[in-house]
């Protein structure tokens, strides 16, 4: 560094101690403000690419759709997982209670209409659980896996439970209720046939029934 270098440096340093706080943040400001919004830029690309990378390590290991039910217990997922023998922590639950059936009428409203399809149409449903009100409904919007497709070869094991074909009707007063917070008794419950988990649907309807 040179003398003029040196005697500007120091010319700088005199102004800018004779400036008040507000005047050194303007001219902090003026002077830097774009090394500021980049600092800012990278730090916000990092957080939203460690968040993306976590999302990207988690599956999803069973969708469960609830009709009229409130928020479900904040213990549902980790009991649900323990119950179908799941440790790993990217290993995640589905559950939603987007989807309400009126209890005259048995139909649903034009909102829950579009999110049940939604859903549906995305191949993320692998169980819904409906009050009796709303059976008719699923029966024309489900397809239905059998007790063969679901138990496989210890289907008859649970036909008591099958209130009709495709439909199992949980005992009264099951786990499911106090989990998914469900103000109705008995539930009943649909499987999408051909769904991705029903593995552990199967495991996790045997906890339920729990013969």
């Known amino acids: 560094m040179d003398e003029k270098e ?7 340093r005199q102004q800018l101690k004779n400036l008040s706080f507000s005047q050194k943040l303007e001219y902090f400001w003026m002077y830097y403000k774009w090394v500021i919004v980049a600092v800012i830029g990278v730090i916000a690309f990092a957080v939203g690419l460690v968040g993306w990378l976590g999302r ?5 290991i069973l969708h469960i759709l609830a009709e009229n039910a409130y928020e479900p217990a904040e213990t549902a997922e ?5 119950a179908i023998g799941s440790t790993d922590p990217d290993e995640k639950i589905d559950i939603r ?12 409203d034009y909102y829950s209409n579009m999110a049940f399809l ?3 149409m995305s191949g993320e449903l692998d169980m819904v659980i409906v009050p009796d009100f709303g059976l008719e409904k699923m029966r024309e919007n489900v397809e239905k896996a059998s007790l063969e497709e679901i138990f496989g070869k210890d289907a008859p094991l649970y ?19 106090r989990l998914l917070g469900l103000p109705y008794s008995p539930a009943y ?4 046939s051909g769904c991705k988990n029903m593995e552990n649907v199967a495991a996790w309807l045997v906890s339920l029934i729990k013969l």
Request: net charge negative; proline share 4%; hydrophobic share 35%.
């Open 159 to 177: 036909k008591e439970y099958e209130a009709e074909e495709g439909v199992i009707r949980l005992p009264e007063g099951c786990e499911a209720e």
């Open 118 to 120: 939604a859903i549906y």
């Open 189 to 192: 419950v649909m499987v999408a």
């Open 97 to 108: 209670t987007t989807v309400v059936v009126n209890p005259e009428t048995g139909e649903l």
């Open 6 to 12: 040196k005697r500007d440096k120091e010319e700088l």
């Open 56 to 60: 990207m390590k988690e599956t999803t």
């Open 78 to 82: 980790a009991e649900i997982k323990e």
